[in-house]
């Protein structure tokens, strides 16, 4: 008991010294506003070289990331149909199915899938 408390004391305090080190020598001194303007030949930039934020882009991820995190939730439950109750399987598979399709038409029906525009 007395060594894993002296071993946790010993990583905390190291990790609090890199945190600390790490914050000391990432500061910048100065912004300069050459260093942080595009480079262009010398010359100031035309435009901004910031482009806005496509909330269509967004939205899409976020569908992706919604998919791939239900192929994640259906995977298990193909690996464990032998070893569980049929009924309550099929049940809670029937469940979650209708759960996704109906979140598919919604985003169907709110033109979410569309990809050109």
């Known amino acids: 008991m007395f060594s ?3 071993t946790s004391s010993i990583l ?3 990790t ?3 945190m600390m080190l790490a914050s000391i020598l990432s500061k910048k001194a100065l912004t300069d506003r050459e260093k942080c303007s595009p480079f262009e030949c010398g010359f100031d930039p035309k ?3 910031r482009l806005p934020f496509s909330l269509r882009f967004f939205l899409i991820t976020i569908i992706f990331l919604i998919f791939d995190v239900e192929i994640a939730l259906i995977l298990p439950m ?3 149909i032998s070893i569980s109750n049929i009924m309550a399987w099929t049940t809670t598979s029937i469940v979650f199915i209708i759960i996704l399709i109906i979140g598919l038409y919604h985003e169907w029906s ?3 899938l569309n990809w050109s525009n």
Request: glycine content about 6%.
């Open 4 to 6: 894993v408390l002296i």
């Open 16 to 18: 609090t010294a890199v």
């Open 110 to 112: 709110q033109g979410m």
């Open 47 to 49: 435009s901004s070289s």
């Open 78 to 80: 193909v690996l464990i």
């Open 12 to 14: 905390i305090a190291i």
